[in-house]
């Protein structure tokens, strides 16, 4: 099998690198339908047990992203936007005490670190 590049024009090596990739696009892919679930107005609002499912699916899929390295630099982008959604509700609501926004930053300089982002600004 020829190495095939991506979107980005970076080339894929390995089936590793081709499942690490897949991997991550299925996690966003996930969380991207958990908010979609939350947010449909088809689903019923009085019933408080599903909204508070449907806010936890999105919590975990978020999480299960974030805690996941990105295998290409662009994806980290992915997990930024994570990131904005939080701090934008922390800043509604403030009602979150269990520092996700801490959590999401953190996981975000490891892969900006990683891929020597924070490096080139120097």
């Given at each position: 099998?020829?190495d ?14 081709r499942?690490?990739?897949?991997h991550f ?15 449909d107005?088809?689903q019923?609002d009085?019933?408080?047990?599903q909204v508070?499912?449907?806010?936890r ?9 974030l805690?996941t ?17 939080w701090v934008?509700g922390?800043?509604?609501d403030?009602q979150?005490a269990?520092?996700r926004?801490?959590f999401a930053?953190?996981?975000?300089k490891?892969?900006l670190?990683r891929f ?7």
């Amino acid at each position: 099998m020829s190495d095939q590049p991506d979107d980005s024009g970076h080339i894929q090596k390995s089936p590793e690198e081709r499942a690490e990739r897949a991997h991550f696009e299925r996690l966003y892919s996930k969380w991207l339908h958990a908010r979609a679930v939350e947010f449909d107005p088809d689903q019923d609002d009085d019933d408080q047990t599903q909204v508070t499912e449907r806010n936890r699916r999105v919590d975990e899929t978020a999480r299960l992203l974030l805690s996941t390295p990105a295998p290409l630099p662009y994806m980290v982008w992915w997990k930024w936007e994570v990131m904005e959604l939080w701090v934008d509700g922390e800043s509604l609501d403030g009602q979150w005490a269990n520092l996700r926004t801490s959590f999401a930053v953190g996981c975000i300089k490891v892969d900006l670190m990683r891929f020597g982002i924070a490096d080139a600004a120097r």
